[in-house]
């Protein structure tokens, strides 16, 4: 297809409305994402953009999987799933922090918003860890949860009332560093009492 020419409008599609309503979300927050503001941006009615995506909801899913996309995989290394899982959480909350209010929808989602393939991937990473198959359906999205509702709190955190709680000096980061690690250490010493409980009586 020939590019358009000067003056010419490139043509509408479900990536260009995806890609703008990014842009929208990484200066003005997900509140700031609206049909009506994407189509301002693309140079169209409203009304145009409804033969690619049903509503605003589907919008902001789109989003949310791009800026998934863009993560890096969560997969174990050869300095182990601690590290690979300290990692993936941080990407990811810098990922989609960059979309204020991003964490926060996602949260209110069924399952986190999570398909079934992306949420299998997830537990088979902590199968693979060595985590009873139950716990690792149980360490998976609550690893998710906790990154979400941090995201939920930088989306809402009022400065002037955190410094006059005493804590206005400790930076985000340094509350996702200190949540990943207390996710983690949960996490690894309940692998460690699972480990426990199955071994063989008389083998230890």
């Known amino acids: 297809m020939p590019a ?13 409305i995806v890609e703008v309503a990014m842009r929208l979300a990484a200066t003005d ?4 994402v609206t049909m009506r503001s994407v189509a301002a941006e693309l140079g169209v009615t409203p009304m145009a953009l409804y033969y690619y995506v049903q509503n ?3 919008l902001i899913a789109l989003i949310a999987a791009e800026a998934s996309a863009q993560e890096q995989a969560l997969c174990l290394g050869d300095a182990g799933w601690e590290d690979a899982l300290r990692r993936y959480l941080t990407s990811r909350w ?9 964490g ?5 989602l069924p399952n986190l918003g999570t398909e079934r393939e992306t949420y299998m991937r997830g ?9 009873p198959p139950r ?16 995201l939920s709190v930088d989306a809402n955190l009022d ?37 426990a409980n199955d071994t063989p009586p008389g083998s230890g």
Do not use: C
Not at 5 to 16: C, D, F, I, K, V
Not at 29 to 32: F, L, P, S, V
Not at 94 to 102: A, D, I, W
Not at 104 to 108: F, L, N, Q
């Open 4 to 16: 358009p020419s000067e003056g010419q409008r490139a043509p509408l599609s479900r990536q260009a």
């Open 29 to 32: 927050g997900i509140d700031g």
């Open 56 to 58: 605003k909801e589907e």
């Open 94 to 102: 810098s990922k989609m922090r960059s979309y204020r209010g991003l």
């Open 104 to 108: 926060a929808h996602v949260i209110s």
């Open 123 to 131: 537990v088979r990473f902590f199968e693979e860890a060595g985590f």
């Open 135 to 150: 716990l690792a359906r149980l360490a998976w999205p609550w690893a998710l949860t906790y990154l979400h509702g941090r």
């Open 159 to 195: 400065r002037e009332e955190a410094r006059s709680m005493g804590i206005g000096d400790i930076s985000a980061s340094e509350h996702v560093e200190f949540g990943v690690d207390a996710v983690v250490a949960g996490l690894r010493s309940m692998l460690d009492g699972a480990t």
